[in-house]
T-cell receptor, first 112, second 115 residues
């Protein structure tokens, strides 16, 4: 079964707006990672947040992690048309030896 | 250029034939992974290898086989026993697999169509 579940499944916004995607998971984790996938391409790693961290920033990306609620959010500020892609959260459990468990993803469309 | 390559980009096969997908990395990573992605779905782990000459089954290993004879290479064979082989296959690598402390780097993928 999938560990991470993203919400919403699809998000459509205008350029310049912020985009927020949420991820929930079921079991304890070592870390949580966010990836981006352009249509028909491989995944690109965006950011990794460890279980003892609460917030992390990278450029226009902000990720939060709430281990008590078993949830994470990815915020993309001042979105651009080039941000259009699918975004996946992936979790690594405590004893999973590097195995990532992916959610089904959020499809983000940013209209110019 | 450092990176991870997969070939071919598109692959077509007849039902009942085995097919091998190539994955090569020059990142000097110890760990390598194979995932399968179906339309509108996330990735599911097929096999992974933490070190040369060692590999473990992932969540959906049935009908697939792998080898890891060299650090740089982790080929995946889709056998005729795989009931639903048509999918997008992604290979990935990471510095090490232990504890999942590092991000994974993905190849561009191979789209396999079996008719």
């Amino acid at each position: 079964s999938q560990q991470g579940e993203e919400d919403p499944q699809a998000l459509s916004i205008q350029e310049g707006e912020n985009a927020t995607m949420n991820c929930s998971y079921k079991t304890s984790i070592n870390n949580l990672q966010w990836y981006r996938q352009n249509s028909g391409r491989g995944l690109v790693h965006l950011i990794l947040i460890r279980s003892n961290e609460r917030e992390k920033h990278s450029g226009r990306l902000r990720v939060t992690l709430d281990t008590s609620k078993k949830s994470s959010s990815l915020l993309i500020t001042a979105s651009r048309a080039a941000d259009t892609a699918s975004y996946f959260c992936a979790t690594v459990g405590g004893t999973s030896y590097g195995k990532l468990t992916f959610g089904q993803g959020t499809i983000l469309t940013v209209h110019p | 250029d450092g990176g991870i390559t997969q070939s071919p980009k598109y692959l077509f096969r007849k039902e009942g034939q085995n097919v091998t997908l190539s994955c090569e990395q020059n990142l000097n990573h110890d760990a390598m992974y194979w995932y399968r992605q179906d339309p509108g779905q996330g990735l599911r782990l097929i096999y992974y290898s933490q070190i040369v000459n060692d590999f473990q089954k992932g969540d959906i290993a049935e009908g697939y086989s792998v080898s890891r004879e060299k650090k740089e290479s982790f080929p995946l064979t889709v056998t005729s026993a795989q009931k639903n082989p048509t999918a997008f296959y992604l290979c990935a690598s990471s510095i090490e697999g232990t504890g999942g402390r590092y991000e994974q780097y993905f190849g561009p993928g191979t789209r396999l169509t079996v008719t």
